[in-house]
């Protein structure tokens, strides 16, 4: 059965601890506001006065993010097809183009001059499976750095090659005929795929383990998520969820993790070492993206197909509020001092910033067709946006002084 035709299908696993209403949001709305004001001072220093964020590890001194604003610097264009863009925590960050480019790209985040294009091939037998002699082509959709910046693990959307069986697509058409696919490691310095870990059928978002020692992969195809052992450079447990996961993040107690299921509406926690999902929200339609805060108190999730931006309590996964984004919300980023969200909005070709002391969309910025990747690159406090039909755009963070939307 397709993924498009499980789409209303719900969860058998159990009922959610709390359902996706408008009620709860209202009613926690008080209980969140101190807490989230709690999550500001800390982020901010408490005798700060909101002045500087200085002190924010990794990000240089200014204002905090919730009081600055958005300014256009340039768009990269070139051959590129940006699913997904991702900084890493020294400098580079990498744009990932499937199939439509069969490369990812590597740019430098002060100069934004491209650096270096890697073309998703591989030869699997060079890479520990020996029946696999031969060029395959992968489709570079996600990534994730290491805590050094030293490699980018990309989750290849598919495998086309020696054994690699039918084509995949996103509804998933061919069955068990598609064969898994994998996430190739990227040796920054190098330019060159070093590594090679199989994974389910057709991967798309990677989170990382705050020690850096785990993945999670979430695979679309195979209603599973990958746990990746790292340092083994292998995946050593698939947990089932339900249809279309897609968002992930990872708690910093490196066991407890969180997954969106796209086409069933619902969120689920994990237990990275029993293996174990529970259902805990009925999220609304299409659920995709989740970013956990600094602190990690709080989670956030883009609810693409209602349009909307939900809080919820990282440690519970209680609904605390919500906020109207903009059309079709999908990939968000969080800035390092956790005072400010970026959404991207799918159809609407926009970015909304979200002040998270608020849930208060504070400013609306322009951006070019087809917004579906954005990142926060911390060495310049800039924001980059990958528009699917061709380009990137880049904005500065630090000028003073909100917009309103």
Known sequence: MSVQAKHRRKSRRGRPHEQFTIAIAILSLVMAGGMVAGLATSAIGPDSGQTTVGAVPGMPPGEPSNLTRLVHLDRITGDITPKSVVASPTGTVIANNMMYSHS?????????????????????????????????????????????????????????????????????????????????????????????????????????????????????????????DLEAGQAIREIPVDAAPRGSVILPDNRTAYVTAMYADELFRLDLVTGE?????????????????PDASRLYLTVSGSDRLVELDAATGEVLRTAETGREPRTMAISPDGLALYIVNYYANTVSKFDTVTMEEIQTVEVGRNPIGVTYEPTQRRVWVANYAGSIDVFDDTASGTMEP
Do not use: M
């Not at 805990?280 to 956990?292: A, M, S």
């Open 277 to 293: 999902s529970e259902q805990v929200l009925e999220t609304g339609d299409k659920p995709r993206h989740l970013v956990l805060s």
């Open 104 to 228: 990812s790209t590597l740019y430098d985040a002060e100069t934004l001059e491209l650096t270096d294009t890697v073309v998703d091939e591989v030869d699997l037998s060079e890479h520990g499976y020996p029946e696999r002699a031969g060029i395959t082509q992968g489709a570079p959709v996600e990534a994730v750095f290491s805590p050094d910046g030293k490699y980018a693990y990309v989750s290849q959307y598919r495998l086309q090659g020696p054994g690699a069986g039918e084509v995949a697509h996103d509804d998933c058409r061919g069955g068990e005929e598609v064969g898994p696919s994998a996430v190739f490691r990227l040796d920054i310095a190098a330019g060159q795929w070093d590594q090679v870990i199989e994974v389910g059928r057709v991967p798309k978002f990677l989170s990382l383990s705050a020690d850096g020692t785990r993945a999670l992969v979430s695979n679309w195809c195979d209603e599973t998520v990958s746990v990746l």
